[in-house]
């Protein structure tokens, strides 16, 4: 099994990146706005890093869902799960309808991730479990000598899960160099700036002490998502985690900027218009460009 995208050129690859990226914030209004309930700001700083993970990082197979050697992606910040159905939508995985019937009762499409949702691969949502997961699939993959690269998104805010860092010390001790960490490093969590809320630098440096190979990358910028992702191919004897840059709400310049869409909300349909003009316009400006 190959990643997307494999076949394509680096500029065309990158267009295309750009492309799901640009479509998925799209999907994510839609279905927030019709469930009336959602964290969008959340899914959109995720939005650039998850598409370079299922339209370029990962084997992903949407045919294939249930092979066992495929890569998995565990979203631990579950909140963010929008996103995460966006990509699957995107790839094929589940129809518009299913999509669109996120937060629906007997949807499984749900608020937070489930693991028994189609290409869904952990559940999560309470902040702080997701590590730990991607931990004991990187190690049960190795046991069964699984090519399968597991592949993880934690958040600022689960910096402050003991949790997290419990996993964290267990992947260096067990040198789980099939296991790939993007920390979406967005500087917010619910309360306000994680400065304010608990100081988490020097950062870097205390994955680094906890054995992690490191690297510090714009998470918005799909060629440095990429290069990560090839240099985490490479390290042998330890996991790896991009401290990515993000920004909440990244793609519409009003839910950027605006302090009513901080954490968990949604856009009315008026503003839910806007913003779609809005992403539809990026496409343009590609073209033209
Ligand atoms: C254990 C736990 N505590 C509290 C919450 C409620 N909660 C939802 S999102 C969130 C924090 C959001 O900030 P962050 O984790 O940095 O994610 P971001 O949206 O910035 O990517 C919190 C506290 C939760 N889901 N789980
Ligand atoms: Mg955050």
């Not at 001790?173 to 809320?197: K, M």
């Not at 856009?267 to 779609?276: W, Y």
């Amino acid at each position: 099994m190959k990643a997307h995208g494999a076949d394509l050129n680096r500029p065309e690859l990158l267009l295309q990146l750009a492309e799901h990226a640009r479509r998925m914030r799209i999907h994510v209004v839609r279905m927030t706005t019709r469930a009336g309930s959602g964290h969008v700001t959340s899914a959109f700083s995720a939005a650039d890093i998850v598409a370079a993970l299922y339209f370029a990082g990962m084997r992903f197979d949407p045919t294939r869902i249930e092979d066992p050697d495929r890569d998995r992606f565990i979203l631990s910040k579950g909140h963010g799960a929008p996103i995460l159905y966006a990509a699957l939508h995107e790839a094929g995985v589940f129809d518009q309808a299913t999509m669109m019937s996120l937060r629906q009762p007997g949807s499984p499409l749900q608020g937070h991730p489930c693991c028994r949702t189609p290409g869904v691969d952990a559940t999560s949502g309470s902040l702080g479990i997701g590590l730990s997961q991607a931990l004991g699939r990187a190690l049960g993959a190795r046991m069964r000598g699984s090519p399968s690269r597991i592949y993880a998104m934690i958040s600022d805010g689960e910096c402050d899960e003991g949790e997290t860092w419990e996993a964290a010390l267990a992947a260096a001790h067990f040198r789980a160099d099939n296991l790939c960490v993007f920390l979406d490093r967005n500087n917010a969590q619910v309360d306000g700036s994680t400065d304010r809320v608990m100081n988490l630098e020097p950062l870097a440096d205390k994955w680094r002490a906890f054995g992690w190979r490191v690297e510090e990358i714009d998470g918005h910028d799909f060629s440095e998502i990429l290069d990560y992702l090839r240099r985490s191919g490479e390290y042998a004897g330890a996991p790896s985690i991009a401290i990515a840059r993000t920004q909440k709400g990244r793609g519409v310049s009003f839910v950027e900027k605006g302090d009513r869409y901080r954490h968990a909300s949604v856009l009315d349909p008026e503003a839910a218009e806007r913003a779609i003009t809005e992403l539809e316009k990026q496409k343009t400006a590609r073209g033209a460009s």
